[in-house]
């Protein structure tokens, strides 16, 4: 069965060309702001300490789903720049086969600059919330073995 879904790749490719249409990082924290603004809210029913990201300083949630055969996430924060970088992270990851996931390089955000321009705090955060969905990822490649 095909799907029309994007590999990881092309996604990561996407968002890199996105972010390089803008010059300064002003603008790029104003878009990742945007793209928290559009990640649909988690239903308060999820946000549980199961689903809760350990290492973020600002409270994040991922609910992770699976459904034929590919991971869906869905996420929230109560912080908007953070709630914008988990929904790139949602974008990128949500929608694939599990071991793709868990074998995610994850470029991108090297490409667009995001390491060095995050505050240390938040770049473990980002490493946190990556740890956290190849972590449920892993799980259920081992749960399906």
Known sequence: METNTKSIQETENEIVEEFSLFDEWMDKYEYIIELGKNLPDLDEKLKTEDNKVSGCQSQVWLNTK????????????????????VGLLVRVLSNQKPRDIVDAKLGFIDKIGMKEHLSPNRANGLVAMIKHMKENAKQLIMSRE
């Open 66 to 85: 699976y459904e034929n055969g590919n991971i869906i996430y869905e996420a929230d924060s109560d912080a908007i720049i953070t709630k914008g970088l």
